[in-house]
């Protein structure tokens, strides 16, 4: 392919996500995007979630939030099939890889046998907190009220339901320190 083969290319994929930015501004007036983000696959909002996404970031295939919470996406990150339900709050840091993973900020239900079928109170729900540099595996689950370190790793499969530490890699349900990073 010559240089201004390319530039047409690029060009007309520009042309085409500024299009798709558009049409889901339109349709989903609580989403905020900011500049030259990707929406390569779909993105589906629901019961009044409130999402704003950072810069550069690229979605690809189906990507849900639900919950009547607040999501913020930092800039340069990969959405790949993912799901946040968000009753509270969820926030991902910059440069993250989320793949095909779900994240929770509410049990829904209060644990206490007596409690079970009353609404869920206060202590149900916790914001998530993703720092920088994090990727998080196929199919792993963020449990409400985690706090998951900068430049971590969350392996496939994992269920998160306590802090990660900065610079580590985790694995397995209960989640198990496996690497640490070192400089």
């Not at 390319?6 to 500024?18: E, M, N, S, Y």
């Not at 209060?110 to 990727?135: K, S």
């Not at 689950?141 to 890699?169: E, N, Y």
Request: one cysteine or more; aromatic letters at 6%.
């Amino acid at each position: 392919m010559t240089g201004e083969a390319r530039r047409r290319r690029g060009a007309v994929l520009r042309a085409v996500f500024a299009l798709r930015r558009s049409w889901y501004r339109l349709r989903y007036p609580r989403l905020t995007l900011g500049r030259d983000v990707e929406i390569r696959g779909r993105i589906r909002m629901r019961r009044g979630v409130r999402v704003t996404i950072g810069d550069r970031t690229r979605i690809n295939k189906l990507v849900r939030f639900a919950g009547p919470g607040e999501v913020r996406v930092g800039a340069d990150c990969l959405l790949n099939a993912t799901w946040i339900g968000s009753w509270v709050s969820v926030t991902v840091g910059d440069r993250c890889l989320l793949s095909n993973c779900e994240m929770l900020d509410s049990d829904f239900h209060n644990l206490p046998p007596q409690l079970r079928h009353e609404p869920a109170g206060p202590q149900t729900e916790g914001p998530i907190v993703v720092g920088d540099n994090v990727w998080i595996g196929t199919h792993a689950l963020v449990l409400k009220g985690v706090h998951i370190g900068d430049d971590s790793v969350v392996g496939a499969g994992t269920v998160v339901r306590s802090d990660v530490p900065p610079r580590v890699v985790v694995v397995g349900n209960p989640q198990q320190t496996v690497k640490k990073f070192h400089d």
